[in-house]
């Protein structure tokens, strides 16, 4: 189904009540469209039921306040007689908890999709996402971003890439809003961004922080990326050690995943993940997923736990707890727990508020705030060294830099204030080719030689006549 037009809506409008010189009926209508389909596409990138989303209603209640005949507003009418959803439940807030309306969409991702990728979004993205805290701006490599955009369309296209529509169409959705402020800026994508008492900062809006890697780094283009290797398992095991000296370290499974991260979630990928269906890959990030759940303290004392979140069937969960590296893990993570315990209640009164989640401290979040605590200090003192000119763009413990960095001299700077913690490197470079130009050029080439081939047969035809 496609999205209605413009057109469709000014002249319903009209019908109601005829424009006078100062209305601008055509502007209401598409920024009614431009919000519901904006809204829609957020909604879908975040659900896995297609048939429910969650849809912000008040983004459209506070932008669209239109009126006529003095005192009725065009909104309710609009979404009546041009629809974008059916809500199912209805969001409410109270005091800092918020939950947004679950609605039945009327239009599917792609219809959604194929309407925002036609239009410039820049002031109304900017508008929707107003700055906020310290602002930074970062260079975006456009022509190399537009590529990578070409190519994501390709790929939906594609019924090779089928299992992943659902992932392309959010990359692309984050990558076209990108572009499109960044277009209107100068090459620049402005962001604000709040530093939490860990140190560790947090972007908001439209920002280079909480997009996919893949669109990240086709925007920033060619660069090199510097991040510290498996770091919260690095800082387990320098806690370990601290208060246990003799802690064989060579023979820990902290330490191998530490050094052989890959071989490690291969094997658990390969030998407990036999009922999910799914391509290698894709098994493979969920036991890193899983993994790094567990790395900042989720409970995976049973199948029913945090583990759910990104295995969802239960017998390879049960596999998975029941695999005896995975047991040796989690013997240690436990280990470590223990040694973040002790110093739990002096934490609780030296930290207080910053360790609350939902009005309530937890170990968990004591172990997770004392790792981002020495995260920000690693990457600060790393920061300062290369010169904040030479850094495109810091996401927590990863930096992107202009040039080639010696990571010797990185990991020198590491240890000073945790000596297991390394960064690993690197090397982005640029989309090498544009896949719908060379469909397009295909085209042509088979359109010439096609016409050559008439051209030959008319031409013998005239011979024989």
């Known amino acids: 189904m496609k999205i209605y037009e413009v057109n469709q809506i000014v002249e319903y409008m009209e019908n109601i009540y005829p424009s006078k010189a100062q209305s601008n009926y055509e502007s209401i209508a598409k920024r009614y469209l431009d919000i519901s389909v904006n809204e829609c596409l957020k909604g879908y990138n975040e659900s896995t039921d297609p048939n429910r989303i969650d849809f912000r209603i008040s983004t459209l209640n506070e932008n669209i306040l239109n009126r006529y005949n003095s005192n009725k507003y065009w909104l309710p009418l609009l979404k009546s007689n041009f629809p974008f959803f059916y809500t199912i439940q209805k969001g409410w807030k109270t005091g800092d908890v918020a939950i947004i309306s679950s609605v039945k969409p009327v239009f599917s991702q792609l219809a959604c999709l194929g309407y925002f990728v036609n239009q410039d979004n820049a002031q109304l993205l900017t508008e929707l996402h107003p700055q906020h805290g310290t ?93 510290l290797r498996t770091s919260m398992f690095a800082h387990m095991l320098h806690r370990i050690t601290e208060k246990y000296p003799d802690f064989n ?102 930290f207080g508020e910053a360790l609350k989640k939902n009005g309530r401290s937890s170990l968990s979040k004591w172990c997770s705030f004392e790792y981002q605590l020495t995260e920000s200090g690693i990457v600060q003192m790393v920061s300062n060294k290369l010169g904040a000119e030479n850094i495109l763009l810091q996401v927590h413990d990863a930096l992107y830099v202009n040039h080639r960095c010696d990571l010797v001299d990185l990991n020198w700077e590491a240890h000073k204030i945790s000596p297991l913690a390394n960064f690993e490197s690197e090397q982005i470079f640029r989309v090498g080719y544009n896949a719908r130009l060379d469909r397009e050029q295909a085209v042509v080439e088979a359109t010439h030689k096609q016409n050559i081939i008439q051209e030959e047969i008319k031409a013998f035809e005239e011979y024989l006549t």
């Open 135 to 227: 602002g930074i701006n970062t260079p975006i490599d456009i022509p190399n971003l537009t590529k990578y955009i070409d190519n994501t369309i390709e790929g939906i296209d594609n019924p090779k890439y089928a299992k992943g529509v659902k992932t392309l169409c959010k990359h692309l959705y984050q990558a076209k809003s990108i572009l499109d402020i960044a277009t209107h800026t100068g090459g620049y994508l402005p962001q604000s961004y709040t530093v939490k008492a860990t140190g560790r900062t947090y972007m908001n809006g439209i920002n280079l922080q909480t997009v996919s890697t893949e669109v990240r780094e086709a925007a920033l283009g060619p660069c090199f990326k510097y991040d």
């Open 249 to 350: 370290v060579k023979g820990s499974h902290i330490n191998e995943y530490i050094t052989n991260k890959k071989y490690v979630r291969k094997m658990l990928a390969d030998k407990c993940l036999t009922h999910t269906q799914a391509q290698d890959f894709v098994k493979i990030k969920l036991i890193k997923k899983t993994l790094s759940a567990i790395g900042f303290g989720a409970n995976v004392s049973n199948s029913y736990g945090a583990i759910k979140q990104n295995i969802y069937h239960k017998s390879d969960r049960d596999l998975l707890l029941a695999n005896n590296w995975m047991k040796g893990l989690l013997t240690e993570v436990e280990l470590y727990r223990e040694i973040m315990r002790m110093s739990y209640p002096r934490a609780k009164k030296e």
